[in-house]
Nanobody, 115 residues
Framework: QVQLVESGGGLVQAGGSLGLSCVAPGIVFKFYTLTWFRQAPGKQREWVATISDTGAVNYVDSVKDRFTISRDNTKNTLYLQMNHLKPEDTAVYYC?????????WGRGTQVTIPS
């Protein structure tokens, strides 16, 4: 079973920045659509951003112009650069890789922005 591995979470003050990474060993990374989700305490998991196998990107409105999703197929790595962070961005962030070959998740990384 493929297990994605997220890293880069932490605690940062409001207005600060964090960069998340997600490594996807054991899959042909370039064929996958890659997505970041997040889940805040007491809330359902929420879609954040997607980058397709061709590089097309989409974001939830609440993070547009603050977050940037990107990928490096040579390193089998997905990124999420988060700027101008707000307390409402506090959540566990998960990465997902999906294609006709499978649908794989990581275990998440905690991002905390104190209010």
């Amino acid at each position: 079973q493929v297990q994605l591995v997220e890293s880069g979470g932490g605690l940062v003050q409001a207005g600060g920045s964090l960069g998340l990474s997600c490594v996807a060993p054991g899959i042909v990374f370039k064929f996958y659509t890659l997505t970041w989700f997040r889940q805040a305490p007491g809330k359902q998991r929420e879609w954040v951003a997607t980058i397709s196998d061709t590089g097309a990107v989409n974001y939830v409105d609440s993070v547009k112009d603050r977050f940037t999703i990107s990928r490096d197929n040579t390193k089998n790595t997905l990124y999420l650069q988060m700027n101008h962070l707000k307390p409402e961005d506090t959540a566990v962030y998960y990465c997902n890789a999906k294609s006709f070959s499978g649908d794989f998740w990581g275990r998440g990384t905690q991002v905390t922005i104190p209010s």
